[in-house]
């Protein structure tokens, strides 16, 4: 029997302002839908956004970004 390793990531977001901290993901949204990329329609934030482009952005508007991996069990 193979046994699965399950890996977990944490991503940990940080801004010295938190007012910018709340404003700065919905200006990272708004960019990504004025470069047209997805067709005309509702969509959910978590379906409309690439998450790449989103990290970057974040990380781009001063949000501070703190990745580690581990695995469970």
């Not at 509702?42 to 695995?71: A, C, D, K, T, W």
Request: charged share 15%; proline share 4%.
């Amino acid at each position: 029997m193979l046994a699965m390793l399950a890996t977990r990531m944490t991503i940990r977001l940080s801004h010295d302002d938190a007012y910018a901290f709340t404003a700065i993901p919905v200006a990272a949204t708004i960019m990504q839908y004025l470069k047209r990329a997805n067709e005309p329609g509702f969509y959910f934030q978590s379906h409309f956004l690439s998450p790449e482009n989103l990290l970057q952005v974040l990380r781009g508007l001063g949000i501070h970004m703190h990745v580690s991996e581990g695995s469970w069990g």
